[in-house]
């Protein structure tokens, strides 16, 4: 019932989740039921690249959740994203145990090569997939609910806000370069092997975590629509508009906004975890203050404040990126600039405001 009616008015939020339907039953059909020297077959490497955008568009939605509706333009959202694969990345480090290159079976390969002579304790439960994914989901979300309180408490808000998040990031990156943190140094982990006794290499593994990834999507998405269509949501539009009027009447805001983030950082965390094994790498390189810049364009092109607009934007940018790297990889980043200021001073409420069915807040 309370999904009905978060989704009443939001015809573009229907939409969306119809075509994901349509898109979760068919992308399988026609990669393991159609034969490879059919015209209407969908390749493996597709089915990966698909599940790899699903994982942008839920990381998307847990932006716009925050800037759309929040009015917090963070800019350290690939911190969470990144903590959430780098979780899920040890669980598969440690599944893969006397499979590596130095047959050791308690230590990752890269701790062997660095002389580590046991398990550091952080990397202890990781074998089990519960923790493994309750951490993906604990740990982004713990960070951004400590963070958030100590910079909203303090009453640190627009481009100085922005600032810290990045800089969040950024710090992150670089203690995840150094070799003795105990994740990879600067190659991160990699060398997966399976996943709850599955073949990372088998084409139905791939299907498996591709119907994950769209069903993380579509349950993230409705789960956030649920909040913005709540008092809470509209408290939360409250303080994006008159944050002082709002703290006035008496709404305890620093709460609200530290929730708020934090349920975001979980649902980044989530996508993370589901982006390492179809990627088959996590490294520091995911920390980038420039990924965060870009999941910011994401939401900013599909629409602010419409969710659905945060799924579509991430998927056509990341299409975009496919095929411009594919062509002119190194002229890419201008692309990106070019597009964000044409969409700026052009399309200001992003591809959904072009029609804004039951556009909230």
């Not at 659905?308 to 062509?327: D, E, M, P, R, W």
Request: positive net charge.
């Amino acid at each position: 019932m309370r999904i009905a009616r978060a989704l009443t008015g939001d015809t573009g939020g229907q939409l969306m989740l119809t075509v994901l339907l349509v898109v979760t039953v068919l992308v399988p059909v026609l990669n393991l039921a159609v034969p490879q020297t059919s015209a209407w077959h969908v390749s493996t490497f597709t089915v990966t690249l698909l599940g790899k955008y699903l994982t942008y568009a839920l990381l998307a939605v847990a932006v716009d959740l925050v800037w759309g509706y929040l009015g917090i333009l963070s800019l350290g959202h690939g911190a969470f994203f990144a903590l959430g694969g780098y979780a899920m990345g040890m669980y598969l480090m440690r599944q893969v145990g006397d499979r590596g290159v130095y047959g050791n079976p308690d230590l990752p390969d890269f701790m062997v090569f660095l002389n580590w002579q046991e398990l550091p304790w952080f990397w202890h439960g990781f074998d089990l997939f519960w923790f493994a994914a309750l951490m993906a989901v604990l740990v982004p979300g713990v960070l951004a609910y400590l963070f958030g309180w100590a910079a909203f408490r303090s009453r640190v808000t627009g481009v100085y806000l922005s600032i810290i998040t990045q800089a969040l990031t950024y710090a992150l990156m670089l203690a995840f370069f150094r070799n003795e943190m105990g994740f990879g140094g600067n190659n991160g982990l990699t060398d997966f092997k399976d996943l709850l006794g599955f073949d990372l290499q088998r084409d139905a593994t791939r299907v498996g975590l591709f119907i994950a990834s769209a069903a993380a999507l579509a349950l993230g998405y409705l789960a956030t629509r649920i909040i913005v269509n709540s008092r809470l949501g509209r408290v939360a539009v409250a303080i994006r508009d008159a944050e002082s009027r709002t703290r006035f009447i008496g709404y305890r805001v620093e709460r609200v906004k530290a929730a708020l983030f934090a349920f975001s950082a979980m649902l980044a965390g989530v996508a993370g975890a589901l982006y390492v094994p179809q990627v088959g790498i996590i490294n520091p390189g995911e920390f980038s203050p420039l990924n965060s810049i870009e999941l910011v364009i994401w939401v900013a092109v599909g629409g602010r404040a419409t969710l659905y607009g945060a799924v579509v934007g991430a998927i056509l940018v990341n299409y975009g990126k496919t095929v411009f790297t594919g062509v002119f990889p190194e002229a890419w980043l201008f692309a990106l600039g070019a597009l964000f200021v044409l969409v700026t001073l052009f399309l200001p409420r992003g591809i959904a405001g072009l029609r804004l069915p039951g556009r909230a807040g």
